[in-house]
Structures are given as C-alpha cells and as structure tokens.
C-alpha cells in the first residue's frame, strides 16, 4: 500500500517525537492555536514565554487580554487569538473542571478551535489515532497521489480511508517535517528526497 511505504521511509528518515515537548493537553491546545498561521520557530518560543508566566486555564481565564497580547505579539493574529486563549481557558474551567477534553465534539467547541487543531490536541496530548490536516499534509498527499481533495477537511477524511489506521497518528509529524525542509510549496528537493519514485508529481516534472 503506498500510504504504508510512505510511512515507512519517512520514519526511516525522522525521529518521531520532535512535536513532544509537552504531554500536557492544555500547553498543546494552547500551542497549536498560536501556531495557526505561524511558523514553528515562532511558535515554540512564544508559547513558552507565554507559559512562563500563566501556566494554567485559572491563570490564563484571569488575565488581561493586553497582558497575553505582548507574550504572543511575534505570532500572526496575536490580538484574536490573545481574546480566544482566554475565551477558551474560562471556558474549560466554566465547563470541563479545568481540563482539555479528548473528545473532538467538545473540543471543536472551543473557540478558535478548527479540525486540525483539535486532531492534534487528540494526537500529540492523548495519543489517540487521528489525522491532523495542515497545508502540509493536504498538499504532499495530493503531490504523492495518496488523494485527490480540493480542502484540507476532505483530505482527512480520505488519508482515512488510505493510511492504516494504526498509522494515524504519524502523519501529522512526518509530512510536516517533511513538507518544511524538502517538499516545499515552491521549488522541492526533489534530488535528495526519499519518495522521489513514488511520486507522480516527479515524474511530470521530468518529462
């Protein structure tokens, strides 16, 4: 199955775990609302900074929204999201004693809150096999030929069909990371990378 071989050769290449900074649902929820339109390497330290000083949903529910906005200005839409972090922090305490629920009903929920940040707070915080859909993911799977979808949403719903399902939880990590450093948007690495005969999109390139 190609899904399979895909799966295979990029575990081969990454070691998994590089999402693992925090086990924690509420830092991960947190996290991945900061991330959207964000890089990573902007990401990751505003959520820290962010952490170090209201490290719960009682701190975070509690704060002045200017407060969170010069934690996380370097992040893109930094004023919306410092309103929904707090939105969503009262709204854990007010409706779920304070925790991050692992249900993605409730968790779509939340404000600010869309499918592929609920489907990794379901992966990355309580392991659950779920497929996390980024601009990664849907554009190296329909390059890969593994679906052939126009959004994001239906792409999860057919990488479902074609991944196994005890391989969920991997996609996520390996075609992002494989998407940042060698299948870009613009001009891939197609020389060094490790799918390269697997890939139609190659192929046409070639010819």
Known sequence: MLASEVISRL????????????????????????????????????????????????????????DIEKL??????????????IDISRILLEEY???????IADLLKLPGVGRKTANCVLTYAF??????VDTHVHRISNRLGLVTTSTPEETEVELEHVVPRELWQYVNELLVRFGQDVCRPVSPKCDVCVLEDLCPAKVIRVK
């Open 11 to 66: 575990k081969g290449v990454y070691t998994l775990g590089f999402f693992d900074r925090c086990n924690d649902p509420f830092y991960v929820l947190i996290s991945t609302v900061l991330s959207q339109r964000t890089r990573d390497d902007v990401t990751i330290p505003t959520t820290e900074k962010l952490f170090n000083v209201y490290d719960s949903p009682a701190a975070m529910a509690g704060a002045d929204p200017g």
């Open 72 to 85: 996380i200005k370097e992040v893109g839409f930094y004023r919306v999201k410092s309103q929904r972090i």
């Open 97 to 103: 004693s304070g925790k991050v629920p692992d249900d």
């Open 127 to 132: 392991r659950k096999d779920a497929i996390a």
